[in-house]
């Protein structure tokens, strides 16, 4: 179970109960487990829960989270006078329910109502309600912090809704900055800078992808946590910031995944995703951040561990890797070829799959406290006399993503990996012309998708580098890759979109490792002929890939016998030739990039998966 690291940085943070699963008494558990500083009370979770508003307000100080903000109260204003004195009313109940729960602030959402005011028709008329209602508020010590929605009926945008403030013109009224309903319109958040500090009453944040949908239902069920999708946040961020606000930094996320989740890893996640926030912002040169740092430059991928039976271990001398050691207390064997290493685990499962991914840090020991900040600490490692101490960290999806060094004996850290393996007597093999790791392929849990994006990005300081969706033979698979500046360390993050019974993502998407190499068709064909099982690839698809890519009639030859895929852009293409499963889940990529492609083959990745399947089922 993640537990929280300590507090970071000088910003508080919450997060909105509707970001979780569970009860209300689940959603402050996992909060105050997570880390969090405050949380804001969703109506909705605390109309379910049997306590009393005061009750709940002394469950949440007993968790040490204070209520930062209670929410929402929709549809206030209206041209009909009647309707807009029971809404008063309306709100009075409300405030009452925040006195109990000791909240201050609550959340005003801009009228979606048909009879709402339309400041271009009656500017008077809105900055008086508001006036009134903000008025009734301090009258009890309360806060109102007016919020423009996206879909607003009139009110639809920040500026819009700063414009009603102001004219409203009363101490307790304030502004609520939502980066979803300000990012999701494009609008601006640059002259957000110019807001007095002492009128940003609230800020909620949110990431999303660019999807084309009506903006309701992308916010309801598609937004995500700082760092899981495309907006810019800390250019959102620095505005506000500057401008002098001084609340907490808050969430909040509707999204159908994360309300079925474990409550308290969505929360960790959540975190995570603040303190990674706060972090890029300070180091683009806003915020005040006194403990930010950039994540150390990585020197590439030290190795990858697999496990998949003896079969592995004859592919990978086929494919023209020598057996260069054997671990010394551990049934691991090591294999190397250019600059790819591999880890062969003969006391895993034998179902074939990644166990561990290791970069090379130029500083493992600061590489593994800044994960512990992003609230992903190192797990102890069992490790014999003289062994390596490298931190190891659980990714979303299980494997273990390890920090090391490989170059030198000793070090501030002690000695590097490689002595932890003892050398065997065997004469180097020829090589096929692998020259390293280009990339490592990771399939994701279903529900564990967007922690990995994040979790990946934070700890490593990957940048996303592509995204992709593609119809495969077994449903909708979801593909997102990313890398670090110098394109020395690549993952490929894929998920199916909907289960389908017992096929489950794993199966449907293998893992796998894609090795480099400068010629891969000359690769590829010393591998056939040293035994190595290709995967088939149907006539099919190079008929259709000859007249795309007008090729040479022995090139498409060569490309039918060996099974070559190719992609091509307009930056470059991307070659791969893949081997059949070995062990189930598994198998590896021989990959060839030309010009500056930066894709990961993923128009292809249907014929390759039909193809697997095609295999899996004539091998039994």
Request: proline share 7%; hydrophobic share 45%; with cysteine.
């Amino acid at each position: 179970m993640p537990t929280a690291t300590p507090p970071t940085g000088t910003a508080r943070l919450s997060l909105a109960t509707v970001c979780l699963s569970g009860t209300l008494e689940d959603k402050l558990a996992a909060a105050a487990t997570a880390g969090f500083d405050g949380v804001e009370i969703f109506a909705p979770d605390l109309l379910a829960d049997p306590g009393s508003p005061a009750a709940i307000g002394a469950r949440c100080r007993d968790l040490g989270l204070s209520v930062d903000l209670y929410q929402p109260l929709r549809d206030i204003d209206s041209t009909d006078p009647d309707r807009f004195a029971a809404n008063l009313r309306r709100a009075d109940a409300t405030f009452e329910v925040m006195a109990g729960l000791g909240a201050d602030t609550v959340l005003v959402c801009s009228s979606v109502s048909p009879d709402a005011v339309d400041p271009a028709a009656d500017a008077d008329l809105l900055a008086a309600q508001l006036h009134t209602l903000a008025a009734r508020a301090h009258e009890r010590g309360l806060r109102i912090a007016y919020e423009a929605l996206a879909w607003g009926r009139h009110v639809d945008t920040w500026d819009a809704s700063w414009d009603a403030v102001r004219a409203a013109d009363h101490p307790a009224l304030g502004l609520c900055l939502d980066s979803f309903h300000v990012l999701a319109r494009g609008s601006d958040p640059a002259p957000i800078a110019e807001v007095p500090g002492g009128k940003l009453f609230f800020l909620q944040l949110a990431d999303a992808r660019e999807l084309s949908m009506d903006v309701l239902s992308w916010s309801r069920h598609h937004r995500l946590f700082p760092g899981q999708g495309g907006f810019d946040l800390p250019a959102f961020l620095a505005p506000v910031l500057a401008a002098g606000y001084a609340g907490p930094l808050s969430l909040e996320v509707f999204n159908d995944v994360f309300r079925q989740s474990d409550p308290v890893r969505t929360a960790v996640d959540a975190r995570r995703s603040l303190i990674a926030l706060a972090e890029a912002t300070a180091l683009a040169g806003a915020g005040t951040d006194p403990v930010a740092t950039a994540a150390p430059s990585l020197d590439g991928t030290a190795f990858v561990e697999l496990t998949a039976g003896p079969e592995l271990g004859r592919v990978l001398r086929a494919l023209g890797f020598s057996r260069t050691g054997v671990h010394r207390t551990k049934q691991v064997e090591r294999f190397e070829q250019g600059g790819a290493r591999l880890l062969v685990n003969a006391a895993g499962t034998g179902s074939g799959a990644v166990a561990a991914i290791a970069v090379e840090s130029p500083d493992p020991d600061a590489s593994a406290r800044r994960a512990a900040r992003l609230c992903a600490s190192p797990v102890p490692r069992a490790t014999g006399p003289g062994e390596a101490e490298f931190a190891e960290i659980p990714a979303p999806d299980g494997t273990a993503l390890f920090l090391c060094r490989t170059s030198g004996d000793t070090g501030p850290d002690g000695p590097a990996w490689p002595h932890d393996f003892v050398g065997v007597d065997e004469a180097p093999a020829p090589g096929t012309g692998i020259t390293g790791i280009d990339h490592v392929g990771l399939t994701q849990p279903y529900d564990a998708f967007d922690e990995a994006v994040l979790f990946h990005r934070a700890v490593l300081g990957l940048d996303p580098v592509g995204d992709g969706e593609y119809a495969a033979p077994f449903g909708l698979v979801r593909s997102r890759a990313l890398a670090d500046p110098r394109r020395r360390v690549r993952l490929a993050l894929t998920v199916s979109v909907l289960r389908r019974g017992d096929w489950s993502p794993a199966v449907a998407d293998p893992q796998y490792v894609a090795l480099a190499c400068d010629d891969v068709l000359a690769t590829a064909a010393a591998a056939r002929a040293a035994g190595v099982p290709l995967l088939a690839v149907p006539a099919n698809y190079h008929d259709d890939l000859a007249a795309r890519l007008d090729l040479p009639a022995d090139t498409v030859a060569a490309y039918r016998e060996l099974g070559v895929l190719h992609d091509r852009d307009a930056h470059g293409d991307y070659l791969q030739v893949c081997t059949e499963l070995l062990g189930g889940r598994l198998f590896l990529a021989l990959v060839q990039r030309t010009g500056t492609h930066d894709g990961h083959g993923w128009p292809d990745a249907p014929v390759r998966m039909a193809a697997h399947r095609r295999s899996r089922l004539t091998r039994g």
